[in-house]
């Protein structure tokens, strides 16, 4: 049987990630994902990568992001279709300018390059913009990229790195053996020396695999594309109140976001889109974009995002199992989480410590212990002989 240095559960952009530095560190990696790399939230968001709507714990991430994902594609040898477009956060009402004062001040002086301006500067930048704009803040290190390339950008780099992928391999079961664990899905049975769990929405069922019951939820959040308008937006629109975001794909097309829900039941895989939150966010964004009215919807889609209830990420030793990490859970995980993908990794690889805020451990009752719910399964078949898991095409990009 071979055996890998560690399988990673889940192949979003935070599993992906991971398994890309590891592997460069000299790791045997194996990734085993339900369905394709970035076929989860990391292939269906909406792209932003702003500093103006990232909670103020998370702003220091925010910023090592930013410089990292200038270097995304010439990283990864493929175009993410990254853009620091500049991005302009609108306030419709006085209250909505005072807030967004507040928190542009605020983030200023943690080192995000934002200042407020007058509706007529706004529209200056954007023409576009209607006359209810009373103020904006504009940072000018805001951008966006396509996330629809994400799946493919990773698989070309994670072969390239000699990363064992297994596509369509939903974990079933995670039960320890001597000197690791033994992971069952798909019909196939894994071997690993370590555990990293990077399943998204999922984290809370694999956890318990591990014994470790962590306050993990999910919610599902909606993503919409327009047809084209006849005009170029220069960047990234957002709402003080982040319930939109809004830009242009290169072919003029309009993606829309901003946390709206659908509902749906991760573990079956099941969404609906509700006709409210499609008409909620197509209203704010014509207030704000007069020419959205002007253009029709194409295509609505939703993805689970996972949640913890203090609203920090969870990255770090899964508590009291020996070599299982996790990783999730983050805010902007699609901008935030390359940057939390290698905190962790410097942790696996002992090179450094784990981000205490981040401790999956702070939600345990100090002095519990968790027990290991499954029980230990024989291995039965190498991971490299005739596995059921398979790979499957690329998917198009948003262009
Ligand atoms: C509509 C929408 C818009 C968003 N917009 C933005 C944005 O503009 N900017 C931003 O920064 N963030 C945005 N986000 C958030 C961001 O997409 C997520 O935070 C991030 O992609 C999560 O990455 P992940 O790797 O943790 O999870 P995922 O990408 O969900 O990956 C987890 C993977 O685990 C797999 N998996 C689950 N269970 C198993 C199992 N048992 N065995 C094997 N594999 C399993 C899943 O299939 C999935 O592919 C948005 C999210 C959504 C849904």
Same mark, same amino acid.
């Given at each position: 049987m071979t055996r890998h240095d560690i399988a990673i559960v889940g192949g979003g952009i935070m599993g992906c990630y991971a398994a890309m530095l590891l592997a460069e560190a000299g790791m045997r990696v194996a990734v085993m994902e339900k369905?394709?790399?970035?076929?989860?939230a990391s292939g269906v968001n909406a792209g932003s990568h702003s500093m103006?709507?990232?909670r103020p714990q998370l702003l220091p991430y925010a910023l090592e992001a930013q410089e990292l994902w200038t270097r995304m594609s010439a990283r990864l040898g493929?175009?993410?279709?990254?853009?620091?477009?500049g991005g302009l956060i609108v306030a419709l009402t006085e209250q909505e300018a005072a807030g967004l004062e507040e928190k542009t001040l605020a983030r200023r002086a943690m080192g995000v390059d934002a200042e407020m301006i007058a509706g007529d500067r706004a529209r200056a930048i954007e023409?576009?913009?209607?006359?209810?704009?009373l103020a904006a803040s504009y940072g000018k290190t805001d951008g966006y990229s396509d996330s629809l390339r994400t799946g493919r950008a990773f698989t070309g780099k994670l072969r390239q790195l000699g990363v064992s992928l297994y596509e369509h391999c939903g974990v079933e079961r995670i039960a320890p053996a001597r000197d690791g664990f033994v992971i069952a899905g798909a019909g196939e049975t894994f071997y690993a020396g370590r555990i990293l769990l990077?399943? +998204? =929405?999922?984290?809370k069922e694999l956890l318990l695999m591990l014994g470790s019951d962590l306050p993990v939820s999910y919610r599902l959040n909606q993503a919409l594309v327009l047809d084209r308008i006849g005009h170029r937006l220069r960047g990234f629109i957002g709402h003080a109140s982040g319930l939109l975001t809004l830009k242009q794909s290169h072919s003029g097309k309009l993606l829309l976001g901003g946390g709206w829900p659908a509902e749906g039941r991760a573990q079956a895989g099941e969404s609906v889109m509700l006709s409210d939150s499609i008409i909620g966010n197509l209203r704010l964004a014509r207030r704000i974009l007069p020419a959205v009215g002007a253009t029709s919807l194409l295509r609505a889609w939703s993805g689970f995002e996972a949640d913890m209830p203090d609203f920090l990420p969870l990255v +770090? =030793?899964?508590?009291?199992?020996?070599?299982a990490f996790v990783i999730g859970c983050i805010g902007g995980g699609y901008t935030l989480g390359p940057v939390m993908a290698q905190r962790l990794c410097q942790q696996i690889l002992e090179r450094g410590p784990a981000d205490a805020a981040f401790?999956?451990?702070?939600?345990?009752?100090?002095g519990v212990r968790p027990v290991m719910a499954s029980p230990p399964v024989a291995p039965e078949r190498?991971?490299?002989?005739?596995?059921?898991c398979a790979s499957s095409p690329p998917r198009p990009a948003l262009t």
């Amino acid at each position: 049987m071979t055996r890998h240095d560690i399988a990673i559960v889940g192949g979003g952009i935070m599993g992906c990630y991971a398994a890309m530095l590891l592997a460069e560190a000299g790791m045997r990696v194996a990734v085993m994902e339900k369905s394709t790399l970035c076929g989860g939230a990391s292939g269906v968001n909406a792209g932003s990568h702003s500093m103006q709507n990232k909670r103020p714990q998370l702003l220091p991430y925010a910023l090592e992001a930013q410089e990292l994902w200038t270097r995304m594609s010439a990283r990864l040898g493929y175009d993410m279709g990254y853009r620091r477009s500049g991005g302009l956060i609108v306030a419709l009402t006085e209250q909505e300018a005072a807030g967004l004062e507040e928190k542009t001040l605020a983030r200023r002086a943690m080192g995000v390059d934002a200042e407020m301006i007058a509706g007529d500067r706004a529209r200056a930048i954007e023409p576009l913009l209607s006359q209810y704009i009373l103020a904006a803040s504009y940072g000018k290190t805001d951008g966006y990229s396509d996330s629809l390339r994400t799946g493919r950008a990773f698989t070309g780099k994670l072969r390239q790195l000699g990363v064992s992928l297994y596509e369509h391999c939903g974990v079933e079961r995670i039960a320890p053996a001597r000197d690791g664990f033994v992971i069952a899905g798909a019909g196939e049975t894994f071997y690993a020396g370590r555990i990293l769990l990077a399943a +998204g =929405a999922w984290l809370k069922e694999l956890l318990l695999m591990l014994g470790s019951d962590l306050p993990v939820s999910y919610r599902l959040n909606q993503a919409l594309v327009l047809d084209r308008i006849g005009h170029r937006l220069r960047g990234f629109i957002g709402h003080a109140s982040g319930l939109l975001t809004l830009k242009q794909s290169h072919s003029g097309k309009l993606l829309l976001g901003g946390g709206w829900p659908a509902e749906g039941r991760a573990q079956a895989g099941e969404s609906v889109m509700l006709s409210d939150s499609i008409i909620g966010n197509l209203r704010l964004a014509r207030r704000i974009l007069p020419a959205v009215g002007a253009t029709s919807l194409l295509r609505a889609w939703s993805g689970f995002e996972a949640d913890m209830p203090d609203f920090l990420p969870l990255v +770090g =030793a899964v508590p009291g199992v020996k070599n299982a990490f996790v990783i999730g859970c983050i805010g902007g995980g699609y901008t935030l989480g390359p940057v939390m993908a290698q905190r962790l990794c410097q942790q696996i690889l002992e090179r450094g410590p784990a981000d205490a805020a981040f401790d999956p451990a702070r939600f345990l009752p100090a002095g519990v212990r968790p027990v290991m719910a499954s029980p230990p399964v024989a291995p039965e078949r190498s991971v490299l002989s005739g596995n059921a898991c398979a790979s499957s095409p690329p998917r198009p990009a948003l262009t």
